[in-house]
């Protein structure tokens, strides 16, 4: 009897030995996302990114050997994509989604008032469309750029892609904030409340299509998005390849009654140089091997296609451990 408990114990010692030997081996890896605001499309990539890369996990497991790291993704709100290129660059934020204007300002060094040149960026792969979308509110009166003049026009937060992109299509007009009546700084989960209020006559919106945010105003208190193909923006339009031509279609919205003109951008998902090629290899697998997970999240993604994907509004070079993935898989 003495010899079977000794015998047991012993037993269990190693049980518990080899145990915790193989919890401490595989320790988890933690990296984040960044997004943009709470009711964006941003939000919607950077948590259907966490859904594949925890769904690749739980189907490896059991065939991962024990010195393999668990990876846990979070994907937070944040200010938008140059708040997250510039959490990439202090090494904050591993990933981020970002405007595919702002990435090429950030790695070529072209805008450093708005984004820090960052030689370090690397692209993943681009997601969905998004069209520049001026947003007017019922009764306002607008119907073109020009009319914005002396309105309150709510020109986004600093940080996020469409403030940005809003300065630039200032410069390009030639004027400045004092062209409107006021210029405000609301987030873009505030500017529809306020549109609806009447605290703001416009906003200027980057975001894919359809969009909770816009609809709320749209449909919600009847603010029509205006055409925006002034001559100005045709040239924005022909000198940049990060720029094209979008069109919002009839019948999105409430008061989407014809077809908008206006130019869009492409959003693109982004990291550094310095993140290690096994990580950005083991999300991008993740990424490629569920896409109808991935399209199926939102309508902004019905149209997610490998070939465009690696190549549609990247500007900095592809990541290592992207490349790694793409060519095993025959996509490159
Ligand atoms: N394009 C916006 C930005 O760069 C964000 C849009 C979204 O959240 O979907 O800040």
Redesign the pocket.
Known sequence: MRKTITSLSSALLIFVASFSFTTVAKSAEYFSIG???PT????QVGNAICKMVAKIQSKDHGRKKGTEKALRCSAPSTG??TYNIGQIMEGELQFGV??SDWQYHAYNGTKPDKVKPFKKLRAVFSAHP?PFQILAGKGSGIKSWNDLKGKKVNIGNPG???RGTFEVLMENHGVNKSFFGSASELT?SEQSGALCDGKIDAYGY???IPNSGVAQAADGCGAYIINLNTDPVKKMVADNDFYSWATVPKGLYKTTSSNVTTFGVM?TVVTSADVSDELVYAVTKAVMENLDDFRDDHPAFFALDPKKMIKDGLSAPLHPGAIKYYKEAGIM
């Open positions: 997004t943009g605001g964006g499309v941003y939000f938008g994509s970002a405007q998004e996020s892609g469409q873009s980057t975001v894919g959003a």
